[in-house]
């Protein structure tokens, strides 16, 4: 997977958590830094509602998804994720606090 320091600005993280689907690649990763006050189980409720309605495009694509997030509700957020990868099928790989985005 291209590091994410090597992207062009335009595409670069923000200080808010994003969603990189690379063209050319089959890899998602839904990642930011560590939220002070931002409710993570509620951010992924959103983006697990985005990824179930591109569902068949993303196992179409054969997509793996890589999630690193932290915050208030992280853990509850992870747990969402999970039971996403096990209803979908789709891979997902969870890492914790102390991975690097840029080492995913």
Known sequence: MQNIAELPMKMKCCNMPELYLMQGHTSLVIGGGIANFI????????????????????KAARVHI????????????LAKMRGLGEETGIPIEFYGLEATMTGI
Not at 66 to 77: F, L
């Open 39 to 58: 409710d993570v189980a509620a951010t992924f409720n959103g983006i697990i509602r985005a990824l179930k309605e591109k569902e068949s495009k993303l």
């Open 66 to 77: 890589y999630v690193r997030r932290g915050g208030p509700n992280y853990q509850k957020g």
